[in-house]
C-alpha cells in the first residue's frame, strides 16, 4: 500500500493461527493468508487511513507451539522496527495469546507505541468470521492518537468489541466470539459506532519514573504452575518440586489465596525456600486476587515465605517470574520486583511483608 503524507504506518505481524486462514479457490482447503495482499482481504483498510505492511513468522506456528524463543523474536521485531512504524499489530493464535501479550509486555520496557494483539475464533476466510472486524479495529486502534501522542502506549490484546491490557487477559471460552477477558482490569477500549476509550484505564507511567524503550531478552524457562486441590498427595507435590534447576513456582491457591493447613506442605514449601526457590501465590478464581491476611491458611503460606501475587493472573504471574528472575538472583530484589506493578499487571494493594523467613516486602504500589 502507497503511504500518504498524513497516514499512520502500521506493521502487522503474523506469527500463525486462526485467523490467518484463508479458504484455497481450487483445493477448497484453508491455507495461510498473503499478508502482503491483506487490503484484499480486508478492503475497508483503503479508506481507514492507515498504511498497512506485514512481516511473517518464515513458517507460522499454531500457539500451542509457541515458545519463549517466540516471544523474543516478536519483541526484536517491534525494536528494530520501533522508530519506522506508529504501531504494530500481532496476529496470534487465541490459545496461548494471553501468554504472548503477558511476556510482550515485560520485555518491552518503556513502551511508548501500540502493540496490539488480536486473532480470531473463526478463519478470515470463512463466512462469520471474527477476524475481519478484529483485524480491522486492532490496525485503527493502533493508529489512534490523542492530543497527538499514542493512545496505547502498551501491549494490549483486541477481541470481541474490546481492547484489554495484554497482562491482564486470560482465554475463558473455546468457543464464544469473545474468546479472551480481562477478569480483574476494566477495558481499555469498547468498540462501538464510536470507540469509547476509558482513559483512567490506560498504563500511563509517573513521568518522573518513565524509562527509556528496552529489550529484555531473557526469560527463565525453570518454573512451574502447581494447582493445589482437594486431597492432593502432598508428597507427590514434593516429588514435583524436586526438579534440581527448579528456579520459581506458580502456586494456584483457592479462594483468597487459601491452601490445606498440612504440616507437609509447610514442610515442602519450606525445603522449597531453602533452595532458593520462589513461589508466588495466585487464585485459582477466575476473578478478584489473594488475600494473605484474611484466613490463617494463606497467612501460613506468607510465613513459608510463599509471595503474594495480588491479582494477576496465572499467565501474568508466570511470565513476569520468568522475566524477573532473568533479571537477578537477589530474593529482596526478586520478591520487591514480583510485589510491584510494573506494567499494570497488579492492582494496587499494601504490600504485605516477609514472614518467618527472607527479606521484608517492599514499598507500597502505586495505583494505575
Known amino acids: 500500500m502507497t503511504k500518504a503524507k498524513d497516514m499512520k504506518s502500521i506493521l502487522v505481524i503474523y506469527t500463525g493461527g486462526t485467523v490467518g486462514m484463508v479458504r484455497d479457490k481450487v483445493s477448497g482447503f484453508l491455507v495461510p493468508l498473503d499478508f502482503s495482499e491483506v487490503s484484499k482481504h480486508v478492503p475497508e483498510l483503503d479508506y481507514a487511513g492507515i498504511c498497512v505492511e506485514a512481516v511473517s513468522f518464515d513458517s507460522p506456528i499454531d500457539s ?64 462469520r468470521t471474527d477476524g475481519r472486524e478484529n483485524l480491522l479495529s486492532a490496525l485503527m486502534l493502533a493508529a489512534h492518537e490523542t492530543e497527538g501522542e499514542p493512545t496505547i502506549q502498551e501491549v494490549a490484546v483486541y477481541f470481541g468489541n474490546y481492547l484489554f491490557r495484554g497482562n491482564r487477559t486470560h482465554k475463558e471460552s473455546a468457543q464464544s ?48 504452575w502447581v494447582p493445589l486441590f482437594p486431597g492432593m498427595p502432598m508428597e507427590g507435590l514434593r516429588r514435583t518440586l524436586d526438579w534440581e534447576d527448579l528456579r520459581g513456582v506458580v502456586l494456584a491457591t483457592f479462594g483468597s489465596g487459601n491452601a490445606p493447613a498440612s504440616p507437609i506442605l509447610q514442610d515442602v514449601l519450606k525445603e522449597v525456600r531453602n533452595r532458593e526457590v520462589t513461589v508466588v501465590n495466585v487464585t485459582q478464581c477466575g476473578h478478584g486476587g489473594v488475600h494473605p491476611e484474611l484466613y490463617a491458611t494463606s497467612h501460613m503460606l506468607a510465613g513459608c515465605g510463599v509471595i503474594p501475587g495480588g491479582d494477576m493472573t496465572t499467565e501474568a504471574a508466570l511470565t513476569k517470574l520468568m ?46
Not at 517466540?70 to 490459545?95: K, P, Q
Not at 520487591?336 to 514499598?363: C, F, I, Y
Open 177 to 224: 466470539l469473545q474468546a479472551l477477558i480481562s477478569p480483574n482490569h476494566p477495558p481499555l477500549v469498547e468498540t462501538g459506532v464510536e470507540f469509547q476509550i476509558n482513559t483512567s484505564s490506560l498504563w500511563r507511567p509517573d513521568r518522573d519514573h518513565r524509562a527509556q524503550l528496552r529489550l529484555h531478552p531473557g526469560m527463565r524457562t525453570e518454573v512451574a
Open 323 to 368: 522475566h524477573v528472575l532473568a533479571l537477578t538472583d537477589d530474593a529482596e530484589r526478586i520478591r520487591d520486583l514480583m510485589t510491584t506493578n510494573l506494567r499494570g499487571e497488579l492492582t494496587s494493594h499494601q504490600k504485605v511483608p516477609a514472614q518467618g523467613h527472607g527479606p521484608a516486602g517492599a514499598r507500597g504500589l502505586e495505583a494505575n
Open 64 to 127: 500451542s507451539d509457541v515458545t519463549p524463543r517466540h516471544w523474543r523474536s516478536i519483541a526484536v521485531t517491534v525494536m528494530d522496527c520501533i522508530d519506522r512504524y506508529d504501531g504494530f499489530v500481532v496476529l496470534h493464535g487465541t490459545d496461548t495469546m494471553a501468554y504472548t501479550a503477558s511476556a510482550l509486555s515485560f520485555m518491552l520496557e518503556g513502551l511508548r507505541k501500540p502493540v496490539i494483539f488480536t486473532g480470531s475464533q473463526l478463519p478470515i476466510g470463512v463466512p
